[in-house]
């Protein structure tokens, strides 16, 4: 472990060498990625050092218990005691941060939601979906920018596709991606009963121009009018873009930019992110094989959480955790969820590491 942890700490430090180099300094395109590694490296090395540092005052102490001062040995004792726990303590830590990491973590990215079965009362699911991981990007100060939408008129969404840039982004919200049910007394309903509905949440990597090559003859590209509200625009303007990938068949549509060029940027840029999480789906689908994953990240059809209303309930079933925090959930505060997820892949990793 020492070995690997000089190299990180000594790579850590070439990369801020690099940093300062003002051929890259100027460069935005050189240094983004540079910064963005330098960055991802800065909790390993902090732990790093901390934890050499301790080994090597328990080396000293350790020397000391062998000499003759009798006055120092028992200083060196009890600093011993304290410096064994934290030992213990930093080697957990790093255990974790050692771990493999994906390398999406760092990217920003798409966000889709749609209202699955249960009519209206699903796409009203969907609408408060859309509010939890809004209310959530704001509290994390990610910029986001709805790409297309299709409202239902009375407050319901039946499609919303939105774009996240925002520190770590992909690697916070990942674990979203599946099919999320709510129980609950539509508001349509006279009797009182409780229904169930369900929309399905899928979050995608922002692909990169590095991370996959579309081939423009593989695309089919119309424009329309844009629908909904928009006055004259709307009207007189076929803004609207709808990108078809020949070779798979996805389909792509974007009108909420106001010109037809920013339109097709961005729906360019989520067929983009759907090809490359479809690669990445079939790679997860390959290891699923090997090793049954209890977080997954890449199963959109599984049922991955219960909202239920008449308890004021939150349930994760990937991992059997239940809070009764609903209404701050529906304010997007959802860190409590997403920390419990990422320690029950890191346990699992540990497990699998150890086996």
Not at 31 to 55: C, D, N, W
Not at 168 to 177: I, P, Q, R
Not at 203 to 225: F, G, H, Q
């Amino acid at each position: 472990m020492i070995d690997k942890l000089k190299a990180i700490i000594e790579k850590h430090s070439h990369l801020a060498e690099l940093m300062a180099d003002p051929d890259i300094y100027k460069n935005q395109r050189k240094l983004t990625p540079i910064a963005k590694e330098h960055r991802s490296m800065a909790e390993i090395v902090i732990v790093g050092k901390e934890y050499i540092s301790v080994l090597d005052q328990i080396t000293d102490d350790k020397e000391i218990l062998e000499s003759d001062d009798d006055d120092l040995k028992e200083i060196a004792r009890e600093e011993l005691d304290e410096l064994e726990l934290q030992r213990t303590t930093l080697e957990d830590k790093l255990k974790i941060l050692l771990l493999p990491r994906d390398p999406n973590d760092g990217k920003n990215l798409i966000l889709e939601i749609r209202a699955g079965t249960g009519g209206e009362e699903a796409a009203l699911f969907a609408a408060d979906l859309y509010r939890i991981y809004m209310r959530y990007a704001e509290r994390n100060d990610w910029v986001f920018k709805v790409i297309n939408s299709n409202d239902t008129g009375i407050g319901g969404m039946k499609e919303v596709i939105v774009s996240m840039k925002g520190d770590k982004a992909y690697g916070m919200l990942k674990y979203e991606s599946g099919v999320h049910r709510v129980q609950r007394v539509p508001k349509t309903e006279t009797s009182g009963r409780v229904h169930t509905s369900a929309a399905t949440v899928a979050v995608l990597p922002e692909a990169e121009d590095i991370d996959i090559e579309v081939n423009s003859v593989d695309l089919k590209i119309d424009t329309y009018r844009a629908s909904g509200a928009g006055g004259q625009h709307v009207n007189k303007t076929e803004s609207a873009i709808r990108i078809t990938h020949i070779p798979t068949g996805l389909v792509v549509t974007c009108q909420d930019e106001s010109s037809q060029h920013k339109n097709r940027a961005a729906a360019l840029k989520v067929l983009k992110s759907r090809l490359l999480a479809a690669e990445q789906e079939k790679v997860a689908a390959e290891r699923a094989e090997e090793r049954k994953s209890l977080v997954s990240t890449g199963d959109r059809s599984a049922k991955i959480r219960t909202y239920n209303f008449p308890q004021g309930r939150v349930t994760d079933h990937r991992i059997n955790f239940t809070t009764y925090r609903l209404n701050e959930i529906l304010d997007g505060d959802i860190t409590e969820v997403i920390e419990q997820l990422k320690i029950a892949e890191q346990q699992e990793m540990l497990t699998a590491a150890t086996t």
